[in-house]
Structure formats: C-alpha cells, structure tokens
C-alpha cells in the first residue's frame, strides 16, 4: 500500500511537492547503466513509498530518462512532474552503444544542443511530452543557465531568455495553464539572482548549493525567496555524494562533480566526528537538514535502484536529537543564521524551528 509522505506547496500555486522527491538523472544511466527493468522496479519502489514529485530533464540520458520516467508515472495520479528546457535533442546516428558521454552511458543517438529562446523553449516542452508519453507538465525549469555553465557565452544564452523569448514562452505556458510553475534548474546562485530582476519564478530547483556543507545561498539568495515567494527543490543533498559516503571507506572522494579538494574533505571530517558523537548517519543529517528552511519545498537525491528508495526514506525518518542540531551550529558547522530542524515533539506539524518575528533561528 502505498504510504503518505507530507507535501509542502510551490510558491504561490496550487501545487504541493513530497518533502522527499525523485531526482531522475539515474535513470538517464547516470555513469553506469541501469536496465529498463530496474528503472521501472526503482520508480514504483518510489510510488509505493510515497514519493509522488519526480524531476527529470531531455539532458539526462539524452531522452532516457523521460522515456523512463513517462513509462512509470502513466496511470498514476497525484504526482508532480517537473523537466527542463535549454537544451534540444540533435539526432546523432555516429551515437554507437553506450559509451559514456556527458557523464551518462546512454545509447540514445541524440546530442543536446543550447537553446533559450522563445521556439527553443516551447519546442523542448513540446518534444519532452512526446517523450515521456504524457498530457502534461508540472514543472518547466530552465536548465544550467549561468556563468559557471557558460562562461563567455553567458551574455549570449541569457540574452535569449530576456530578449529572445523563452522567458516569455514559459510566462505564456503558465498563463494559459499549459504548465503550473516554472523556475531554473541551477547549481549557482548568482544567476538565480540575476533571473529574479527580469521574471517572477515560482521555483529555483538548486543543485548542491544549500546544504549540510554548504549554506552560501542564505546569505542573499533564500532570503530574496521568501521576499518574492520563491519556493526552492534542493537537489544534490550529497554534494555529489561525499556526504553519502563520508572520508573512511576508501576510493575517490566526490564534490561537485569532480574531485573534493581538500578544505572540502577536512570539513566533512569534522561533520562526520560530530555525527559519530552523536550516532548520527551522516548521510541522515545530510537530507533532514535543507527540509529546516521554511522556503524549501523538497529535496530530492538520486534513486538509481530500489534499495537507494529504501535508504532515502530510512535516512528521511531517523530520528535526530535536537542537541546534535545544536551541537552542528555552535561548533560552526553550519551557518549562524540556518535554519535548524525542530524539537522531535513539534515535527508532526512544522520541520523548522522559528524565532522572533517568525524568523528562522
């Protein structure tokens, strides 16, 4: 029987995502290969459980993953669905097996290629609903746009959002009720600042950026959310998975999908002492800790088989002293001014604890 999991809204719209949601790159064969079969056993594990907010995007796999995703939501009601824009699909027939491309092993023969603009975005929503098989789309976010994506070309991509129209085609797609939000799918902050002058978003889906080990988007970008009532989907709670692993079982350390630096691994050290004080997983706290922030509306890790579903919602519900929250912030572990879980007694209704003037302590 498929169980419960709370649900928080999207901004300002009728939508209401699961605390915990699906991040669907794995079933794109994100660096390895997934089967048909395990994908669909690894999304209805998901349903089951009571996830029921699945993201995905025309980049992972190059189409896999919306084919998949598709596959698994049709006949199931209830569940919020969010993909991307900014890149289209090139058919590619030199694409012979699954040889790792873009870090996705995927035989599809397609090639993504950049497109902002106004045909560019409606073009992608278009062929994303032909791929996944389904009427509609909750969610559009605008994918990997931003200087650390494009360095130079920046002005030019973005440029096709203001003044080439993909700003405008998502603001008609919401307007007419073809879509319910639209937001960026990110991994920086500056560009979601920088995005919030020209549109009003209902959703920034953020990518390693406010979590256990780093909180630098407290410092201006959640709070220009709660102004503008922007809700955030905190994606890579792992931070490319060392906060999954930790530092003691050997092999390469992984940040930001790439190799950790050092000052990165000696944090994690601390952290991970501070959770064995407290015997806490570090993998637990990792997770629980985003969901704090009143303006994040979910956070969704990589499923890439049913026993990744299983742990997700083991280490969702461990329970967590509220000495080790503490514990976390005055040690300096965390932001002075993050938000820190809940005393245990008070969680059935709020996960976060506030302060003065309904502030987040």
């Given at each position: 029987m498929t169980?419960?999991?709370?649900?928080?809204?999207?901004?300002?719209?009728?939508?209401?995502?699961?605390?915990?949601?699906?991040?669907?790159?794995?079933?794109?064969?994100?660096?390895?290969?997934?089967?048909d079969s395990d994908a669909r056993d690894t999304a209805n594990a998901a349903i089951e459980a009571g996830i029921a907010y699945f993201d995905t995007a025309p980049y992972y796999g190059f189409g896999l993953s919306e084919r998949r995703v598709g596959?698994?939501?049709?006949?199931?009601?209830?569940?919020?669905?969010?993909?991307k824009v900014g890149r289209l699909l090139k058919a590619d027939s030199s694409?012979?097996?699954?040889?790792?491309?873009?870090g996705f092993r995927s035989p599809m023969p397609f090639k993504p290629e950049y497109?902002?603009?106004?045909?560019?975005?409606?073009?992608?929503?278009?062929?994303?609903?032909?791929?996944?098989?389904?009427?509609?789309?909750?969610?559009?976010?605008v994918h990997d746009i931003g200087r650390l994506t494009?360095?130079?070309?920046?002005?030019?991509?973005?440029?096709q959002l203001t003044e080439g129209g993909g700003f405008r085609a998502l603001e008609q797609l919401r307007g007419s009720g073809a879509i319910q939000a639209f937001g960026l799918g990110v991994n920086e902050t500056a560009i979601c600042l920088e995005a919030m002058k020209h549109v009003r978003l209902d959703v920034i889906l953020l990518a390693g950026r406010y979590t256990l080990l780093?909180?630098?988007?407290?410092?201006?970008?959640?709070?220009?959310?709660v102004h503008s009532g922007t809700s955030i989907v905190v994606g890579g709670p792992y931070n490319s998975g060392i906060l999954?692993?930790?530092?003691?079982?050997?092999?390469?350390?992984?940040?930001?999908?790439?190799?950790?630096?050092?000052?990165?691994?000696?944090?994690?050290?601390?952290?991970?002492?501070?959770?064995?004080?407290?015997?806490?997983?570090l993998a637990a706290a990792a997770l629980q800790f985003p969901l704090a922030h009143p303006q994040v509306a979910s956070v969704i890790p990589g499923l890439g088989n049913p026993l990744r579903v299983e742990n997700a919602l083991t280490l969702y519900k461990t329970s967590i002293s509220d000495t080790f929250w503490r514990d976390l912030k005055n040690e300096g572990l965390i932001h002075a001014s993050a938000p820190i879980p809940a005393p245990a007694a008070d969680r059935s209704s709020e996960r976060y604890e506030t302060g003065i003037k309904g502030h987040p302590t």
């Open positions: 169980l419960l999991l709370p649900k928080r809204p999207i901004g300002n719209t009728a939508l209401r995502v699961t605390e915990l949601g699906f991040g669907a790159a794995s079933l794109g064969n994100l660096y390895h290969s997934v089967s596959d698994a939501l049709r006949g199931h009601d209830g569940i919020v669905l969010s993909t694409v012979q097996g699954d040889a790792e491309r873009h497109d902002y603009s106004f045909e560019g975005v409606i073009s992608s929503w278009e062929t994303s609903k032909q791929r996944l098989g389904l009427a509609r789309i909750d969610i559009l976010y494009h360095g130079v070309r920046h002005d030019l991509t973005f440029h780093e909180q630098s988007a407290l410092d201006d970008l959640l709070p220009a959310c999954a692993t930790g530092t003691r079982q050997g092999g390469a350390l992984h940040y930001d999908y790439g190799i950790a630096p050092q000052t990165v691994i000696d944090r994690v050290r601390r952290l991970e002492s501070l959770c064995e004080r407290h015997s806490v997983p």
